[in-house]
């Protein structure tokens, strides 16, 4: 199993800039894919940016050129810089680990973004 633990949500005024981090634990194998998602209020849940264990990232097209998605393999914990926020970003963020048949999820961060 493979645990994960989000950090970095809060309170942001538009155009600001937040970094959460998601610090993961347990059997985390060479190969794997990790990403941010969110969801907002009666929303349903939405993939924001993965990377894999090669480095390749994926952006969904709300985010693009605004957040980045980034890992520190030596602590085993993945990054997401988000800049330029705006109020439609406001959700609860979820870290999500897969590898070799392992779906682990932290439990969220919030990030509001309002004035």
């Known amino acids: 199993q493979v645990q994960l633990v989000e950090s970095g949500g809060g309170l942001v005024q538009p155009g600001g800039s937040l970094r959460l981090s998601c610090a993961a634990s347990g059997s985390i194998f060479s190969i794997y894919t990790m990403g941010w998602y969110r969801q907002a209020p009666g929303k349903q849940r939405e993939s924001v940016a993965v990377?894999?264990?090669?480095?390749?990232?994926n952006y969904a097209d709300s985010v693009k050129g605004r957040f980045t998605i980034s890992r520190d393999n030596a602590k085993n914990t993945v990054y997401l810089q988000m800049n330029s926020l705006k109020p439609e970003d406001t959700a609860v963020y979820y870290c999500?680990?897969?590898?070799?048949?392992?779906?682990?999820w932290g439990k969220g961060t919030l990030v509001t973004v309002s004035s």
């Open positions: 999500n680990y897969k590898g070799l048949g392992v779906n682990s």
């Open positions: 990377i894999t264990s090669g480095g390749s990232t």
